[in-house]
């Protein structure tokens, strides 16, 4: 028997998981702004009005003890997300949020930096030096060769370009009320890291549990 209660909380946090990376740019950089003392910009009109009333009340555009809170708890998503897809663009923009809103690197942002930057010294101190052209040795060292046509930009934007699809399924059906169980929301995600079945083979029913560990294990 389903779980319809636990259903709706993994549902909800998997909503907000999804929409974090969906809008993330804009999102952090809401918190950062917020953390600077900045008016922060946004294209959403209700977080646009909560910015300004909270301003007009306090005199600030929110607290930043908050948005560091807000954006180390992004940075636990980036993280799950990039120990998926192993797509360094993730960890890059991670090290961005830590650089821009002055936090402390967590262990795997470093780690990737440790890495690249090792990668990098070992070709700086070969002798003879190397000469010639050296694009495919800066790929090389920040782990952005990926087998294929299709490079770690492509990849970043179609994981981005898939998430929002599920995103705008979940939304959807829950303003219809409708279960998350169910054919429907199984396909939204057939694509994105679960093994298609064949065409002529009907869709299996899934529970959000299962889907969600078929999306990304973040709960």
């Known amino acids: 028997m389903v779980d319809w209660d636990k259903e709706w909380r993994q549902a909800n946090a998997l909503e907000y998981y999804l ?4 809008h993330m740019g804009e999102n952090d950089g809401i918190e950062i702004s917020i ?3 900045e008016k922060p910009e946004t294209t959403n009109p209700l977080m ?12 600030r555009w929110g607290d930043p003890n908050q948005a560091r809170f807000d954006l180390e708890h992004n940075l636990t998503l980036l993280e799950n997300v990039y120990r998926h897809t192993k797509n ?27 890495n690249s930057t ?9 002798n003879p030096p190397i000469t010639g052209p050296t694009d495919g040795l ?28 599920v995103l ?28 298609s079945a064949g065409p002529d083979d009907p869709p ?16």
């Open 35 to 37: 953390i600077r003392g």
């Open 88 to 114: 360094p663009l993730f960890a890059m923009h991670g090290l961005k949020i830590c650089l821009d809103a002055d936090l402390n690197l967590p262990p795997w942002i470093k780690t990737y930096v440790q």
């Open 118 to 126: 090792s990668r990098l010294m070992r070709f700086a101190n070969m």
């Open 48 to 59: 646009k009005n909560a910015l300004e009333r909270n301003f007009a009340v306090t005199g």
């Open 204 to 219: 299996a029913l899934r529970t959000l549990d299962e889907l969600r560990r078929a999306i990304l294990p973040i709960l």
């Open 138 to 165: 800066f790929t090389e060292c920040f782990a952005f060769i990926k087998k294929g046509n299709e490079t770690w930009f492509m990849h970043f934007q179609k994981v981005i370009n898939q998430l929002r699809d």
């Open 19 to 22: 929409g974090y990376l969906v």
């Open 168 to 195: 705008t399924l979940m939304r959807h059906r829950h303003k219809t009320g409708e279960t998350w169980s169910d054919a429907h929301t199984y396909l939204a995600a057939e694509n994105m890291f679960i093994s």
